[in-house]
């Protein structure tokens, strides 16, 4: 199995609804995400997938989220914007954008020491 990965950055402010604590206030976070795509057969160049492709992806879903209040944007509206929401949102999102290739894992950390992950099912 061969995996291959990608990161970038994105900062935005959200607040948690149904949440007792700190984190029910409005407060932003420099997040940094990770996305992971695995494969067990290489193409014939001899690459899983071009890393300049999947970063792209990721930019374009990121750009959506940077500097907004997550709240305000779909499918935050509907659900909470936490750590697990959006890494399966960019998960998804990513996903549609490669047909050949299938995502193993999105990494979100809020901070240094705080992350959550997404494994979409096989």
Known sequence: MFEISVE???AAAHQLRNYRGKCENLH????????SVEGEELEENGLLFDFT??????????????HQYLNDLEPFTAIN?????????????????LP?????QVKVWETDTSWAVYRPLR
């Open 28 to 35: 932003g976070h420099n997040y940094r995400v990770e996305v």
């Open 100 to 104: 050949h290739a299938r995502i193993s």
């Open 81 to 97: 914007p936490s750590a697990e929401n959006v890494a399966r949102f960019i998960c998804e999102e990513i996903q549609a954008d």
């Open 53 to 66: 492709e999947l970063k792209k992806s990721l930019r374009a879903t990121t750009d959506y989220l940077d």
């Open 8 to 10: 970038h950055t994105f």
